[in-house]
């Protein structure tokens, strides 16, 4: 997605060879197949996967940015977007076995490896305009659940987001490292990299061990 100049408070265009311009292109390509997967394991076709690989990869960013009045939307200023997302789509329709045993976990992996990446970009996009710590906690989640939440919908599926998973959790917990990084003055792309592998790390080690938030439940 566009971004600011870590050096200036205006919006300019993101330079392909930066780090965040990676960060942003592994979130698309991660949320482009994780759509495509739950998709084709339901038998949609070229189309329809297609469709759920785009509004699982930018639905989040989309909205984030109209919430922020940042206009021209991002994947219409950049094409790359659109056409990284087709081209991920694509190939995986082509190679992954939707009747596979390994559905799940392919798409657990690829959403993780979406939330990690996306929860950073919404994080600084929100801190690039100004917005303040719990702002842009909240607009950081918002890039990565937004997208998931339509798929599952489409898709006829309870949202991941909705359920016990340690989901949310796992974004904010980077989310707030990344700031504490930044307020002792860690180097950008060390902080940028760290929240990235706490988020991934603890994701994944909720999947690995089945960690889950317990329910709240009145008894009478």
């Known amino acids: 997605m566009p971004i600011i100049a870590l050096d ?25 197949i994780s759509g495509t997967i739950l998709a084709k394991h339901k038998n949609f076709d ?22 922020l009045d940042r206009h021209p939307l991002f994947w219409m200023v950049d094409m790359s977007y659109l056409t990284v997302i087709t081209i991920s789509s694509l190939v995986m329709q082509i190679f992954f ?22 929860t950073l970009i919404g994080i600084k996009v929100a801190d690039s305009m100004g917005a303040n710590m719990p702002v842009a906690l909240l ?42 990084l930044h307020h002792i003055g860690v180097t950008a792309w060390i902080a940028d990299i760290s929240a990235m592998a706490t988020i991934f790390t603890l994701r994944m080690l909720a999947i690995r061990y089945d960690w889950q938030f317990p329910t709240i439940e009145w008894k009478y």
């Open 8 to 32: 200036s408070d205006l919006i300019t265009t993101f330079n392909p060879r930066s780090l965040i311009y990676l960060f942003d292109m592994i979130g698309i390509v991660a949320c482009s």
């Open 46 to 67: 070229v189309f329809g996967c297609l469709l759920v690989s785009i509004v699982t990869a930018i639905g989040g960013g989309t909205v984030r940015d109209v919430i």
């Open 97 to 118: 076995h939707p009747n596979s045993r390994r559905v799940d976990t392919f798409l657990k992996l690829s959403d993780t490896i979406g939330l990690s990446a996306f």
């Open 139 to 180: 607009l950081g989640v918002i890039t990565i659940i937004v997208g998931g939440i339509i798929r599952d919908m489409i898709c006829n599926e309870i949202p991941l987001v909705l359920q016990q998973e340690i989901y949310i959790t796992a974004a904010l917990t980077g989310g707030i490292l990344y700031f504490a």
